[in-house]
Every structure is written in structure tokens, then in C-alpha cells.
């Protein structure tokens, strides 16, 4: 999927400053959480295992290209997200807030980064929808100060 995405991306005017997303770092953030100690991330293992317990795949279709102007955000999202994935992001956000672990609780506005600074680009005028079968999901640590992900578990 990724390889698709920065095919997209490279269709693309993105005006300067704008900072592509490098390819290894395009993903669909389902929940963010900030400041979870480390001594918890066992527990955030316990939320992953209980929501892929019950696992079906989904199609998610990436058919939006835009720029957010506030922030300038140029990102793909899907015009009709599927029901599967706002189920998937509500039964995250009930098993971490059962747990009273934080997170950011705003609007799910699901989308992919495309580039960060990128107030005045522009996306392509039309463009072939980018089908994703989503087949798990994954929790990833931001790691501070370096610009890298990684991977703490995958469903």
C-alpha cells in the first residue's frame, strides 16, 4: 500500500516548505496518545490482543486529496470511511479510556500524511481511488527527538 501512496504523492504540486512524508513513515493514525509511561505499555498490549480478538479485514478507499489549511496538511482520506474502521477506532479509544490511559479524545478524522508545511500545494485535479485492504493494525512508539517509529506490536 505504501508503494501506491507515494505514487499519489508524487502526482502532487507541493509548494515550498512543504516536507514530504518519507514513504516508511505513511500511516493512518487510529488513536493518538501522549505521555503513556513506559511501566503501561504492557497494558496497551492487553487493549491491542482484546480488540483483534474479534478481527474481520476491511476495504478502506482513499478517494480525498486535500490540504487542511490550518496547519497545512496534505493528506489522502477516504470520503466514505468504512464502518469497520470508526468501529475499530471507537473500540480502541473504550478499551484505553477504560483503562484511564490518556489519549486525544477530538473528532477521529481519519487520513494519511502526505507532507507536513504544505499550505499552498496542490493535489491532483482527478485520480484513481487507492483501495487498501486493511488486514491489522499496530502500535507505534514516536521516538522523542529522533523522527523514527517503532513498532511495539502488530494485529
Known amino acids: 500500500m505504501r508503494e501506491r501512496i507515494v505514487r499519489h504523492q508524487a502526482l502532487w504540486q507541493m509548494s515550498v516548505p512543504a516536507k514530504a512524508t518519507p514513504a516508511p513513515k505513511l500511516h493512518l493514525t487510529l488513536l493518538f ?5 513506559a511501566n503501561r505499555v504492557p497494558e496497551l498490549m492487553e487493549v491491542g490482543a482484546a480488540v483483534a480478538s474479534g478481527w474481520v479485514d476491511f476495504d478502506l478507499i482513499l478517494d480525498r486529496a ?44 481519519p487520513h494519511v500524511t502526505l ?21 491489522g493494525f499496530a502500535l507505534v512508539r514516536s ?10 506490536g502488530r494485529w
Open 115 to 135: 507532507a507536513r508545511r504544505a499550505q499552498e500545494s496542490k493535489p491532483p485535479g482527478i485520480f484513481p481511488p487507492l483501495h487498501w485492504r486493511v488486514q
Open 33 to 37: 496518545m501522549e505521555g503513556v509511561a
Open 66 to 109: 486535500c490540504v487542511w489549511p490550518r496547519g497545512g496538511i496534505a493528506h489522502l482520506a477516504p470520503s466514505q470511511p468504512p464502518a469497520e474502521l470508526l468501529r475499530l477506532r471507537a473500540q480502541l479509544a473504550g478499551e484505553v479510556e477504560r483503562r484511564s490511559l490518556p489519549f486525544d479524545g477530538r473528532a477521529f478524522a
Open 143 to 152: 521516538v522523542l527527538g529522533t523522527g523514527r517509529y517503532e513498532v511495539l
